[in-house]
């Protein structure tokens, strides 16, 4: 049974950074290509970023590119999302998920979801 478990959201300024990670717990992390996605208030979920499963290969949604960074440690379990120049918009429940297959851009592309963590950025 795979397990996903964000954490290292809060609240910060804009202009400021944040990382949030993903601990994958009851496979190898290696398996299985990772993203990022994020839901804001009152909009649908949405892609942010995605790594293949050996870390060779980031994607990146057009809205980030440049200030995000997604990144893994297989050998710990664990993805990264590293977040510069926050904006207020960036404000969402950021999620991960592991993919079996590929990775892809829509939400039915993965297949193991974590429970979200919050990110906020204030104006």
């Known amino acids: 049974q795979v397990q996903l478990v964000e954490s290292g959201g809060g609240l910060v300024q804009a202009g400021d950074s944040l990382r949030v990670s993903c601990a994958l717990s009851?496979?190898?992390?290696?398996?299985?290509?990772m993203a990022w996605f994020r839901r804001a208030p009152g909009k649908e979920r949405e892609f942010v970023a995605a790594i293949s499963g050996s870390g060779g290969n980031t994607y990146y949604a057009d809205s980030v590119k440049g200030r995000f960074t997604i990144s893994r440690d297989n050998a710990k379990n664990t993805v990264y999302l590293d977040m510069n120049s926050l904006k207020p918009e960036d404000t969402a429940v950021y999620y991960c998920?592991?993919?079996?297959?590929?990775?892809?851009?829509?939400?039915?592309?993965?297949?193991?979801w974590g429970q979200g963590t919050q990110v906020t950025v204030s104006s």
């Open positions: 998920a592991a993919a079996r297959g590929s990775y892809g851009y829509r939400p039915w592309n993965y297949d193991y």
């Open positions: 009851g496979r190898t992390l290696s398996t299985y290509a």
